[in-house]
Protein backbone atom coordinates (compact mmCIF):
# COMPACT_ATOMS: atom_id res chain seq x y z
CA UNK A 1 0.00 0.00 0.00
CA UNK A 2 0.92 3.51 -0.91
CA UNK A 3 1.99 6.15 2.06
CA UNK A 4 0.66 8.81 0.79
CA UNK A 5 -3.97 9.71 0.19
CA UNK A 6 -5.48 11.03 -2.81
CA UNK A 7 -9.09 12.72 -2.21
CA UNK A 8 -11.80 9.73 -2.38
CA UNK A 9 -13.88 12.43 -3.97
CA UNK A 10 -11.64 14.10 -6.38
CA UNK A 11 -10.66 10.79 -7.82
CA UNK A 12 -14.48 9.48 -8.20
CA UNK A 13 -14.67 13.27 -10.12
CA UNK A 14 -12.15 12.20 -12.54
CA UNK A 15 -12.94 8.81 -13.15
CA UNK A 16 -16.61 10.47 -13.98
CA UNK A 17 -14.84 12.92 -16.16
CA UNK A 18 -13.33 10.07 -18.73
CA UNK A 19 -16.59 8.04 -18.63
CA UNK A 20 -18.19 11.19 -19.89
CA UNK A 21 -15.27 12.05 -22.67
CA UNK A 22 -15.54 8.53 -24.04
CA UNK A 23 -19.15 9.75 -24.81
CA UNK A 24 -17.96 13.20 -25.95
CA UNK A 25 -16.09 11.24 -28.58
CA UNK A 26 -18.39 8.80 -30.52
CA UNK A 27 -21.16 7.85 -28.06
CA UNK A 28 -19.09 5.01 -26.20
CA UNK A 29 -20.41 3.20 -23.43
CA UNK A 30 -17.40 2.07 -21.08
CA UNK A 31 -18.50 -1.39 -19.50
CA UNK A 32 -16.51 -2.48 -16.42
CA UNK A 33 -16.22 -7.01 -15.88
CA UNK A 34 -14.25 -8.77 -14.22
CA UNK A 35 -15.10 -11.60 -16.77
CA UNK A 36 -11.75 -12.72 -18.00
CA UNK A 37 -13.14 -15.36 -20.65
CA UNK A 38 -14.92 -12.34 -21.32
CA UNK A 39 -11.82 -10.56 -21.98
CA UNK A 40 -10.52 -13.15 -24.22
CA UNK A 41 -13.23 -13.26 -26.93
CA UNK A 42 -13.47 -9.54 -26.82
CA UNK A 43 -9.61 -9.65 -28.00
CA UNK A 44 -10.80 -12.34 -30.81
CA UNK A 45 -13.15 -10.25 -31.94
CA UNK A 46 -11.36 -6.92 -32.03
CA UNK A 47 -9.12 -8.91 -34.59
CA UNK A 48 -6.14 -10.40 -32.45
CA UNK A 49 -4.74 -13.85 -31.17
CA UNK A 50 -6.81 -13.79 -27.84
CA UNK A 51 -5.54 -12.31 -24.91
CA UNK A 52 -1.85 -12.12 -23.91
CA UNK A 53 0.28 -13.86 -21.23
CA UNK A 54 -0.46 -11.71 -18.62
CA UNK A 55 -4.55 -12.09 -19.19
CA UNK A 56 -4.50 -15.40 -20.37
CA UNK A 57 -5.93 -18.00 -18.55
CA UNK A 58 -4.17 -20.69 -19.46
CA UNK A 59 -1.11 -19.08 -18.41
CA UNK A 60 -2.15 -17.28 -14.98
CA UNK A 61 -4.73 -17.14 -12.07
CA UNK A 62 -6.87 -14.50 -12.33
CA UNK A 63 -9.42 -14.17 -9.35
CA UNK A 64 -12.22 -11.71 -9.88
CA UNK A 65 -10.66 -9.05 -6.87
CA UNK A 66 -7.37 -9.49 -8.82
CA UNK A 67 -8.73 -8.17 -12.01
CA UNK A 68 -10.44 -6.36 -14.24
CA UNK A 69 -10.97 -4.81 -17.72
CA UNK A 70 -12.93 -2.23 -20.01
CA UNK A 71 -14.61 -2.77 -22.82
CA UNK A 72 -16.03 0.46 -25.00
CA UNK A 73 -18.88 -0.05 -26.97
CA UNK A 74 -20.25 1.55 -29.58
CA UNK A 75 -24.28 0.50 -31.08
CA UNK A 76 -23.43 -2.66 -28.99
CA UNK A 77 -20.24 -3.90 -30.67
CA UNK A 78 -16.97 -4.04 -28.85
CA UNK A 79 -14.42 -1.56 -30.20
CA UNK A 80 -11.94 -1.61 -27.53
CA UNK A 81 -10.22 -3.18 -24.73
CA UNK A 82 -8.12 -2.32 -22.23
CA UNK A 83 -7.33 -4.97 -18.90
CA UNK A 84 -5.50 -4.38 -15.18
CA UNK A 85 -4.43 -7.05 -13.03
CA UNK A 86 -2.73 -6.76 -9.34
CA UNK A 87 0.07 -8.51 -7.96
CA UNK A 88 1.32 -8.32 -4.28
CA UNK A 89 4.90 -9.86 -3.46
CA UNK A 90 7.59 -9.52 -1.18
CA UNK A 91 10.19 -9.37 -4.26
CA UNK A 92 10.99 -5.96 -5.96
CA UNK A 93 9.01 -5.69 -9.08
CA UNK A 94 12.23 -5.80 -11.55
CA UNK A 95 12.39 -9.58 -9.80
CA UNK A 96 8.80 -10.19 -10.29
CA UNK A 97 8.88 -9.25 -13.91
CA UNK A 98 11.99 -11.18 -13.89
CA UNK A 99 10.54 -14.55 -12.71
CA UNK A 100 7.06 -13.86 -14.62
CA UNK A 101 8.73 -13.50 -18.23
CA UNK A 102 11.28 -16.27 -17.53
CA UNK A 103 8.60 -18.85 -16.92
CA UNK A 104 5.73 -17.33 -19.20
CA UNK A 105 7.44 -16.22 -22.69
CA UNK A 106 9.07 -18.45 -25.15
CA UNK A 107 12.61 -17.53 -26.16
CA UNK A 108 14.50 -16.88 -29.74
CA UNK A 109 16.37 -20.08 -28.94
CA UNK A 110 14.36 -23.49 -29.54
CA UNK A 111 12.85 -25.24 -26.52
CA UNK A 112 14.07 -22.02 -24.20
CA UNK A 113 11.92 -19.07 -22.13
CA UNK A 114 13.63 -15.84 -22.17
CA UNK A 115 15.99 -15.30 -20.02
CA UNK A 116 16.80 -11.98 -18.19
CA UNK A 117 19.87 -10.09 -17.07
CA UNK A 118 19.60 -10.10 -13.14
CA UNK A 119 18.49 -6.72 -12.07
CA UNK A 120 16.69 -5.80 -15.58
CA UNK A 121 14.64 -3.68 -15.61
CA UNK A 122 16.52 -1.79 -13.58
CA UNK A 123 13.83 0.91 -13.30
CA UNK A 124 11.17 -1.41 -11.48
CA UNK A 125 14.12 -2.12 -8.77
CA UNK A 126 12.51 0.98 -6.85
CA UNK A 127 9.12 -0.26 -6.68
CA UNK A 128 8.02 -3.11 -3.89
CA UNK A 129 4.87 -4.71 -2.67
CA UNK A 130 2.07 -4.17 -4.54
CA UNK A 131 1.79 -3.57 -8.13
CA UNK A 132 -0.86 -3.10 -11.33
CA UNK A 133 -0.23 -4.11 -14.62
CA UNK A 134 -1.97 -2.96 -17.38
CA UNK A 135 -2.26 -4.63 -20.61
CA UNK A 136 -4.94 -5.53 -23.58
CA UNK A 137 -4.88 -1.81 -24.96
CA UNK A 138 -6.74 -2.89 -28.15
CA UNK A 139 -9.22 -0.63 -30.34
CA UNK A 140 -10.81 -1.70 -33.55
CA UNK A 141 -8.99 0.22 -36.68
CA UNK A 142 -11.74 2.12 -37.68
CA UNK A 143 -11.56 4.15 -34.06
CA UNK A 144 -7.95 4.53 -33.71
CA UNK A 145 -8.25 8.02 -34.56
CA UNK A 146 -10.03 9.56 -31.74
CA UNK A 147 -8.25 9.26 -29.11
CA UNK A 148 -10.27 6.10 -28.02
CA UNK A 149 -7.41 4.62 -26.27
CA UNK A 150 -6.40 7.67 -24.56
CA UNK A 151 -9.66 7.56 -22.21
CA UNK A 152 -9.80 3.50 -21.74
CA UNK A 153 -5.89 3.58 -20.39
CA UNK A 154 -5.94 7.30 -18.15
CA UNK A 155 -9.45 5.62 -16.62
CA UNK A 156 -8.04 1.89 -16.61
CA UNK A 157 -5.34 3.73 -14.24
CA UNK A 158 -7.44 5.51 -12.29
CA UNK A 159 -9.65 2.71 -11.07
CA UNK A 160 -6.79 0.78 -10.42
CA UNK A 161 -5.68 2.86 -7.92
CA UNK A 162 -9.50 3.25 -6.55
CA UNK A 163 -9.44 -0.36 -6.08
CA UNK A 164 -6.23 -1.81 -5.14
CA UNK A 165 -4.04 1.24 -4.08
CA UNK A 166 -0.76 0.09 -5.58
CA UNK A 167 2.92 1.57 -4.99
CA UNK A 168 2.71 1.66 -8.71
CA UNK A 169 0.87 0.79 -12.15
CA UNK A 170 3.13 -0.25 -15.16
CA UNK A 171 3.13 -1.71 -18.89
CA UNK A 172 5.05 -2.69 -21.82
CA UNK A 173 5.11 -0.07 -25.11
CA UNK A 174 7.16 -0.54 -28.18
CA UNK A 175 9.93 1.72 -27.69
CA UNK A 176 8.94 3.12 -31.34
CA UNK A 177 5.95 4.63 -29.71
CA UNK A 178 7.74 5.30 -26.65
CA UNK A 179 9.83 7.84 -28.80
CA UNK A 180 6.81 9.64 -29.83
CA UNK A 181 5.19 10.40 -26.47
CA UNK A 182 1.82 7.86 -26.39
CA UNK A 183 2.67 6.71 -22.95
CA UNK A 184 2.11 10.60 -21.44
CA UNK A 185 -0.55 10.44 -23.82
CA UNK A 186 -2.21 7.09 -22.04
CA UNK A 187 -1.30 9.01 -18.56
CA UNK A 188 2.19 7.54 -17.67
CA UNK A 189 4.51 9.30 -15.83
CA UNK A 190 7.76 7.30 -16.37
CA UNK A 191 8.60 5.94 -19.69
CA UNK A 192 12.46 4.00 -19.62
CA UNK A 193 12.77 2.91 -23.47
CA UNK A 194 15.18 -0.39 -24.34
CA UNK A 195 14.07 -1.51 -20.56
CA UNK A 196 15.07 -5.33 -20.93
CA UNK A 197 18.67 -6.77 -20.78
CA UNK A 198 18.49 -9.84 -22.94
CA UNK A 199 20.40 -12.73 -22.51
CA UNK A 200 17.97 -14.96 -24.51
CA UNK A 201 15.64 -12.44 -26.35
CA UNK A 202 11.78 -13.18 -26.99
CA UNK A 203 11.17 -15.50 -29.86
CA UNK A 204 8.56 -12.48 -30.77
CA UNK A 205 10.99 -9.98 -32.28
CA UNK A 206 8.32 -7.16 -31.17
CA UNK A 207 9.01 -7.46 -27.44
CA UNK A 208 13.04 -7.16 -28.18
CA UNK A 209 12.84 -3.35 -27.39
CA UNK A 210 10.06 -2.49 -24.70
CA UNK A 211 9.59 0.70 -23.26
CA UNK A 212 8.66 0.32 -19.08
CA UNK A 213 5.65 2.49 -18.37
CA UNK A 214 4.93 3.65 -14.81
CA UNK A 215 2.56 5.94 -13.01
CA UNK A 216 3.38 6.33 -9.43
CA UNK A 217 1.92 8.68 -6.63
CA UNK A 218 3.55 11.58 -9.01
CA UNK A 219 1.14 10.20 -11.85
CA UNK A 220 -1.53 9.40 -10.04
CA UNK A 221 -1.91 12.68 -8.66
CA UNK A 222 -1.48 14.27 -12.15
CA UNK A 223 -4.04 12.51 -13.46
CA UNK A 224 -6.71 13.09 -11.23
CA UNK A 225 -5.63 17.04 -11.33
CA UNK A 226 -6.46 16.82 -14.74
CA UNK A 227 -7.96 13.55 -16.21
CA UNK A 228 -8.99 15.07 -19.58
CA UNK A 229 -6.45 17.98 -20.56
CA UNK A 230 -7.59 20.44 -23.35
CA UNK A 231 -4.72 20.28 -25.32
CA UNK A 232 -4.84 16.49 -25.52
CA UNK A 233 -9.14 15.80 -26.15
CA UNK A 234 -10.11 18.87 -28.09
CA UNK A 235 -8.05 18.07 -31.23
CA UNK A 236 -8.00 15.26 -33.22
CA UNK A 237 -4.15 15.66 -34.64
CA UNK A 238 -2.69 14.06 -31.83
CA UNK A 239 -4.26 10.94 -32.37
CA UNK A 240 -2.08 7.46 -32.67
CA UNK A 241 -3.67 4.54 -35.28
CA UNK A 242 -1.85 1.64 -33.04
CA UNK A 243 -3.04 -0.50 -30.15
CA UNK A 244 -0.91 -0.86 -27.34
CA UNK A 245 -0.44 -2.06 -23.52
CA UNK A 246 0.52 -5.80 -24.36
CA UNK A 247 3.45 -8.03 -25.73
CA UNK A 248 1.80 -9.13 -29.05
CA UNK A 249 1.45 -9.32 -32.55
CA UNK A 250 -0.73 -6.09 -32.48
CA UNK A 251 0.49 -3.22 -34.17
CA UNK A 252 1.70 -1.83 -30.55
CA UNK A 253 2.53 -3.18 -27.00
Known sequence: MPDY??????????????????????DYDIRYSTDVEALETAALEL??????????????????????????????????????????SSWTLQKFIQEYWE??????????????????????????????YLGEGLVRPDCRDNNLSYVLVRLALLLAFDEWRPCVAYGWMRDWHAYRGLATRWGFNGCHCSAFDWIIEPEETDWR?????????????????????????????????????????????
Open 47 to 88: GGKGTGENFRRAVDTLPPNRVFWLGAYRSGAIVGTVAARCDE
Open 103 to 132: RAFDGSEPGKRVKIADGSPVDAQRYKGRYA
Open 209 to 253: NLAFLTCDEQGFRKLVRQPVPAALFDTRKNSQKENGLRPSSEPAI
Open 5 to 26: QIDKIALHKAIAALVDQAQKID
